[in-house]
């Protein structure tokens, strides 16, 4: 007898679906910790900020200690550093020079220093006091030459709807006054970065109805002796031949412009600037992603860890065909060599001492930091340690965990294929009869302009561990494939996406993988979107599962939402007609089938109208409907006990009313309309 028939027949066998599995709702939502960017003090610690989804997903500043030695937080428990500029989640609330730190108070908005060298010292606020959150500060740096800190800042004293967003300086001289503008004019602007001298600026700025990742300019702006800058030079965008999106702006140490933009391939490529001639010059050339859409400040692709003998050697990293790679490049010699570790997902880098902090994971490491060693040469990596994870124990349940099979299937476009990351059901206790096959839930990201990625995701491991298969589709608009395939969505939000997701539900039951009678859909925002839409317009999906999703565009386009988002959509859809021909919530009469929805009721991104809208009018439809609202929840839910209520109830809803079995967990449902 084989090894392989012994721990089969040692299993027990059960339906698809109602396996028990210790990856439990309470693991997921305690592993649901968000990382928000990482620092190094002038010590060479690492300093990172975490959420803490059991303290309301309060966002905390943390070191790391010597070995033996727990981290230690920089923030007192009265504060939350978060940023809400440009709708941001996360990123860019804080920035460290030495021993200092400045960040964003959520509850206020304003800007607080603190040293982190004493424990017991109070942050001290740095900005003015408007009387409540009416002005926010994001992806700011130190200008050491003027001591001031420069920054970002969205303003809505005078328009909740229409803030204005410049460039401003930030005092640091211990007197608190209205900051002074240095760039304005512009609809937004991000990554404001300060030469080794502080007598040149980068930032990237872009307008209306344009994403960041749609079209930008890279401007540099000359620091005058007082402060001001007199002087401006448009590096990169303002060619009207050119279509590209600049992003990530940084100075070496010898004052050499380098930046990402995807002018000439369509791929995110690094760049240097020519200041003499004011000329772009090519550092490196790969059909790959040396970055991601600008949805947050503060993203951090790479790290000049030498600048000399007249050559940069720069540690980066891209992604190519679902993954990523971590290498340094040798800008002069042109070469970029390879790093092995064992991230396969990579997302900020920050230089140490002697080493790199990086931001990853893989298909068996949950988000994480590890810290990089490097041999003299710079070119292998002789240690790698983790310092951070966002589930630390999960590990003791890896014979438990499904792997991702990256796929690529064929959609309803000849000649064109999308991608999809597989996750069969793997449970080291359970096997299903052979002539079973498992239901299958697909999951379609947010964004749109966003990717799936092939990491260790314990809200996927909660389904697959229990007999479920789940699919993570990158539909046509996803990132991380270049600019074409990014733009196949232009026009074609709820076409594309929709199509892609069913193809890939098709080709999985053709390929004998899953049950065709038992499909599902979940989405998050853009996602929830699709799921509505799928679940609308075509016949694949049995139920659905809509967190925060749009049913009426043409109501998301007249609504308030934040300013950054509030053209996203122009691109995306069309005419009148097209807004009205893609909205679910106008086509209630070709639904029918079962739908839950989530929903925070602080959510200024897509407002719980939408969700109670599409609520009422399939409860009168007749069929079966649940609704979940949440107090003090925005836009993605971040307290534990809501993460865990939406997963559960996620579970027991397809269970009782697509999946034919019954869930091993012991769950209390909802109350589910026009269903007993």
Not at 20 to 25: G, H
Not at 538 to 552: N, P, V
Not at 582 to 608: A, H
């Amino acid at each position: 007898m084989t090894s392989s028939s012994s721990a089969s027949q040692s299993k027990l066998t059960a339906p698809y679906g109602s396996w028990k599995s210790p990856v439990s709702a309470d693991l997921v939502s305690g592993a649901s910790k968000l990382l928000a960017g990482t620092a190094v003090d002038a010590l060479g610690r690492l300093i990172f900020l975490e959420s803490r989804p059991s303290q309301s997903g309060r966002m905390v500043l943390v070191r790391a200690s010597p070995e033996n030695q727990g981290p230690v937080d920089v923030t007192p428990e009265d504060c939350s550093v978060r940023t809400v500029a440009m709708g941001s989640e996360s990123g860019g609330a804080f920035s460290v020079s030495g021993d200092t730190v400045i960040f964003s108070n959520y509850q206020d908005q304003r800007l607080y220093k603190k040293s982190m060298t004493s424990a017991d010292s109070c942050p001290v606020p740095v900005t003015p006091d408007y009387g409540g959150p009416v002005v926010c500060y994001a992806d700011g740096v130190f200008d050491q030459r003027f001591n001031r800190y420069v920054t970002v800042r969205e303003d809505f004293r005078e328009s909740s709807l229409n803030s204005t967003t410049t460039i401003v300086a930030v005092e640091l001289d211990g007197y608190i006054r209205e900051p002074e503008v240095l760039v304005a004019g512009n609809d937004f602007y991000a990554f404001p970065r300060m030469d080794p001298k502080g007598k040149r600026m980068a930032w990237i700025e872009w307008s209306h109805p344009n994403m960041p990742w749609d079209e930008a300019q890279l401007w540099v702006g000359y620091i005058a002796d007082n402060g001001e800058v007199h002087k401006r030079v448009c590096v990169a965008g303002d060619d009207p031949r050119i279509r590209e999106s600049p992003t990530e702006p940084k100075w070496s140490s010898k004052g050499e412009l380098f930046f990402i933009t995807d002018r000439h391939n369509g791929f995110w490529n690094l760049y240097r600037w020519a200041e003499s001639n004011n000329e772009v010059i090519s550092a490196y050339s790969l059909d790959a992603e040396f970055s991601r859409p600008l949805w947050n400040f503060g993203m951090n692709s790479y790290e000049f860890i030498q600048s000399n003998e007249g050559k940069n050697l720069i540690a980066c990293s891209y992604r190519k065909s679902g993954r990523s790679y971590l290498g340094i490049l040798d800008d002069v010699e042109g070469s970029l060599s390879l790093l092995s570790i064992p991230f396969t997902d990579i997302n900020n880098i920050t230089l140490g001492f002697s080493c790199l902090y990086v931001e990853g994971a893989s298909e068996v490491h949950p988000l994480s930091v590890a810290k990089v060693i490097l041999d003299d040469h710079k070119s292998k990596a002789v240690d790698f340690k983790i310092l951070w994870s966002s589930s630390p124990d999960c590990l003791k349940y890896e014979s438990y965990f499904s792997l991702p099979k990256f796929i690529e299937f064929p959609t309803e476009v000849p000649g064109k294929t999308a991608f999809a990351f597989f996750y069969p059901p793997s449970n080291s206790d359970y096997q299903a009869t052979i002539d079973e096959k498992p239901p299958l839930l697909l999951g379609s990201h947010g964004g749109p302009t966003f990717e799936s990625r092939g990491i260790l995701n314990l809200s996927i491991q909660y389904w697959t561990s229990r007999g479920w298969a789940f699919v993570d589709v990158n539909y046509g608009g996803s990132t991380g494939y270049g600019r074409e395939y990014r733009e196949r969505l232009l026009g074609k939000w709820g076409i594309v996406d929709v199509n892609d997701c069913c193809s890939c539900a098709r080709y999985l039951v053709d390929s004998g993988m899953v049950d065709g009678e038992r499909l599902c859909a979940t989405g998050e925002s853009a996602g929830g979107y699709t799921t509505l839409a799928a679940l609308a317009f075509r016949d694949t999906f049995k139920a659905g599962a809509s967190l925060y999703g749009i049913a009426d565009l043409r109501m998301l386009k007249a609504e308030e939402t934040h300013k950054f988002e509030s053209r996203y959509i122009d691109n995306l859809v069309g005419t009148e007609k097209e807004y009205f021909d893609r909205s679910p919530i106008n086509f209630v009469d070709k639904f029918s089938c079962p739908i839950i929805l989530f929903q925070g009721l602080e959510d200024m991104s897509v407002p719980p109208k939408q969700a109670r809208t599409i609520y009422h009018a399939l409860k009168e439809k007749g069929l079966p409907v649940a609704l979940v609202e949440y107090e003090g929840e925005g836009h993605g839910f971040r307290k534990a006990e809501n993460i865990k209520f939406t997963l559960e109830q996620q579970m027991v809803f397809f269970a009782r009313l697509v999946g034919h079995f019954k869930a091993a967990d012991e769950i209390t449902p909802i109350k589910i309309d026009n269903f007993v």
